[in-house]
């Protein structure tokens, strides 16, 4: 594609396309020819940002014979929308493309694509915390991160998390609480952060789905899918492929607790062998003899509470270099 042959129109409808969208809107251009359209596209929910939920991101990529060739559109970044509604908007793009061929056909396919999610501004799917799917009159919430969950869900998630976050820094010795980070509530998905009041969220009602589901049975298809997954886990056992479940070796990684150290015990008899000039000439003999027998024997690592801790620093020992 070069200046010289580059259709006007083109320009044009990139001009009138940046002033309508800006700033959704980005245009990649190598050499100043434009290359690849980026949108990112919400339904018309008017001023009320906060009920737009779903969205995706429409990359068209202009070849050079645009308009007389329809160019590469792709869909990306979906949020809250299924295969379903994907595959949708995938056949309506393609129908249009090719009912348009010649023309210039960028604007046509925002506005498409947005009156599709406009149509379709309610998550599908599920949510991860409760597994229901949401309905007309549930009361949900959606993260900056473009993720859905029940409110009544997502206060009780945040509110364990706490809980967990407050028992394991309990159990961390003094010097530690004071380095740890404090509590930060993170999306259950993507561990983005996310900030939202645990009190407004407790107050909401179940989901709806909740309410009708049937209580929990085991139905001989659960019981033969355990079967299955208990042979599974026995042939992977025997395999080598599971860890901790049946080894006689060490573990490969070993975590201690400095308060969990024990200092080793002195002997109960407190008896001292003390070399003789006599027994020392047989002594040497016998070391050297017994050295070979004690050759795969090491002295285990140490672990204590003061494990690289630099001991000429500490007050009352000379420092290097000081004076004697």
């Known amino acids: 594609m070069s200046v010289a042959t580059l259709d006007e129109r083109v320009y044009e409808e990139?001009?009138?396309?940046?002033?309508?969208?800006?700033?959704?809107?980005?245009?990649?251009?190598?050499?100043?020819?434009?290359?690849?359209?980026?949108?990112?596209?919400?339904?018309?929910?008017?001023?009320?940002?906060d009920e737009?939920?779903?969205?995706?991101?429409?990359?068209?990529?202009?070849?050079?014979?645009?308009?007389?060739?329809?160019?590469?559109?792709?869909?990306?970044?979906?949020?809250?929308?299924?295969?379903r509604i994907i595959s949708r908007i995938h056949r309506d793009i393609k129908g249009k493309l090719n009912a348009n061929i010649g023309h210039l056909i960028v604007y046509e396919l925002i506005e498409m694509v947005r009156e599709c999610l406009t149509q379709s501004n309610l998550p599908q799917g599920q949510c991860v915390i409760c597994l229901h799917g949401f309905k007309n009159g549930d009361i949900f919430t959606k993260t900056q991160c473009f993720h859905y969950f029940h409110n009544y869900c997502l206060g009780k998630h945040l509110i364990s998390g706490k809980k967990y976050y407050e028992e394991e820094l309990d159990k961390l010795p003094s010097w530690q609480r004071v380095e740890a980070k404090p509590y930060q509530q993170t999306c259950p998905v993507c561990r983005s952060t996310v900030q939202f009041k645990v009190d407004d969220l407790k107050t909401a009602p179940p989901p709806l789905e909740s309410l009708d589901a049937q209580p929990f049975q085991l139905?001989?298809?659960?019981?033969?899918?355990?079967?299955?997954?208990?042979?599974l886990m026995a042939h992977q056992i025997s395999r080598g492929g599971v860890i901790g479940v049946g080894d006689l070796e060490p573990p490969p990684l070993i975590i201690t607790d400095p308060a969990e150290v024990e200092e080793p015990k002195s002997s109960s008899s407190g008896a001292q062998n003390v070399a003789t000039p006599e027994t020392s000439s047989g002594a040497r003999d016998g070391a050297n003899s017994a050295s070979a027998a004690t050759a795969s024997v090491t002295r285990p690592p140490y672990c204590g509470p003061y494990r690289g801790f630099n001991r000429?620093?500490?007050?009352?020992?000379?420092?290097r270099g000081g004076a004697r």
């Open 219 to 231: 139905t001989d298809e659960i019981k033969e899918m355990q079967e299955r997954m208990q042979a």
């Open 312 to 319: 000429r620093g500490k007050p009352g020992r000379r420092g």
């Open 52 to 83: 737009q939920y779903v969205r995706l991101t429409l990359e068209i990529k202009l070849c050079p014979d645009y308009p007389e060739k329809s160019p590469q559109v792709t869909m990306k970044n979906p949020r809250g929308l299924d295969d």
């Open 14 to 49: 990139l001009q009138a396309l940046e002033a309508i969208f800006a700033p959704d809107l980005t245009i990649n251009r190598e050499d100043g020819i434009p290359k690849t359209i980026k949108m990112n596209i919400v339904p018309y929910t008017g001023d009320n940002i």
